[in-house]
């Protein structure tokens, strides 16, 4: 089978998959860090939402994705009659092309800016910038302005996130431009952008500027925008907001998913194996595959049922100081949600939580308000808080 991006519907496309040659970790409970929690329903009857966040320190509003091209906010449980923004003429929807990620500029209380990635009525992915109107509720709807368009070679695999890390970059996660197997090999060529992850500086320059900080800024022949390549399709990633590390949900190909992981310390340049590996296993080639030089997973899993991980957050939100630390992820068929904590680089504490909440029906994303909570996104339609049963000390 080949494999789908985790938020999207099923393709059920059938593509060679070679053998692994290395099992996944298999997930362990770890009796001593025990930590119960619970999904509190914060919203249902929504369309198709495949992300949600909140400009920092917002008290009471989530702004809602939907893959369709409608921006919706949810405010006392219930979204509100007007959309924050319509773009659905715009986009191709359907699968894993719509309107995917959007993000908010830090400084978004004074200037107003967001930006949305969106793949265009050719399927090109679009990264652009809007305003706010003297509505707080709602967006510029004329204010678009191109930020970066990159051409997807298939329907597939277009990544589709956006997030400010710490240092006031915009981070944009690029698949390796779908099909099955990476054919292209994009993810071992940082000469494109697909298949990596970018950084680039939106206040620096028009339309940006790329850091000079960046690890390939004057390369002779890699993008100097690459902040790190050798991805699949990293759906879902998020930055720590306590301590800057990063956490990258890529969505493997027919036998693993991986969660890869990156210190704040870091100054950029990872590869991340694909396609020469898949997880920590050979992909191309299929056995003797070099691993000199790549970054491997923190943590995998193997499918059956599980076919797609769906990358979360770090929670470091103040009303249950028993989850402190503990980054939560899913996967998308399965159903189940999983945490653990990183010690000395390493998955620690690894916790599986279907005992306490059971599964969740098509989990697209996790999402943080801008208070630090965290909450689970379906595409069935419904948004779920995270809580812990003991809230802790």
Not at 37 to 46: M, P, R
Not at 329 to 349: E, L, P
Request: include cysteine; hydrophobic fraction near 35%.
């Amino acid at each position: 089978m080949k494999k789908p991006m985790k938020a999207a519907l099923l393709l059920l496309t059938t593509v060679p998959v070679l053998a692994c040659t290395d099992d996944a970790v298999t997930p362990q409970v770890d009796p001593d860090d025990p930590i119960g929690i619970e999904l509190v329903e914060v919203v249902s009857g929504l369309s198709s939402p495949v992300f949600a966040t909140a400009p920092s320190g917002d008290p009471d509003r989530l702004f809602v994705v939907e893959r369709g091209g409608l921006i919706r906010i949810v405010v006392n449980g219930a979204a509100l009659p007007t959309p924050f923004l319509d773009v659905r003429g715009s986009i191709v929807a359907g699968s894993e092309r719509g309107l995917l990620g959007m993000a908010f500029h830090p400084n978004y209380a004074v200037n107003g800016y967001f930006f949305l990635n969106y793949t265009d009525t050719t399927g090109t992915t679009q990264v652009v910038r809007y305003s706010v109107s003297g509505n707080p509720d709602v967006a510029d709807g004329l204010s678009e302005g191109s930020i970066l368009s990159v051409a997807q070679p298939a329907t597939n695999h277009n990544g589709g996130m956006l997030a400010f890390g710490p240092d006031g970059m915009l981070y944009i996660g690029l698949g390796d431009g779908g099909g099955g197997g990476d054919q292209q090999n994009h993810g071992q060529r940082p000469s494109t952008l697909l298949g990596s992850m970018l950084r680039i500086d939106i206040d620096g320059g028009s339309p940006y500027a790329i850091p000079l900080d960046n690890p390939f800024w004057n390369h002779a022949t890699y993008r100097g925008e690459t902040w790190a390549y050798g991805l699949r399709n990293p759906w879902r990633y998020s930055f720590d907001r306590m301590n800057g590390d990063l956490y990258i949900g890529d969505v493997g190909q027919g036998q693993v998913e991986e969660v890869s992981y990156q210190s704040a310390a870091s100054s950029g340049g990872e590869n991340y194996g694909w396609r020469i590996m898949e997880g920590s296993a050979c992909y191309n080639p299929s056995s003797g595959c070099a691993t000199a030089g790549l970054t491997l997973p923190v943590y995998e899993y193997g499918h059956s049922p599980e076919c797609s991980v769906t990358g979360g957050y770090v929670y470091r939100g103040s009303a249950f100081p028993s989850m402190a630390g503990r980054y939560f992820f899913g996967d998308y068929c399965a159903g189940w949600i999983r945490s653990f904590q990183i010690v000395g680089g390493a998955a620690a504490g690894i916790q599986d939580h279907t005992a306490a909440i059971g599964t969740v029906s098509q989990i697209s994303s996790f999402a943080e308000d801008g208070l630090g909570e965290l909450y689970v996104v379906s595409l069935s339609g419904t948004i779920y808080r995270i809580t812990a049963v003991d809230p802790g000390p």
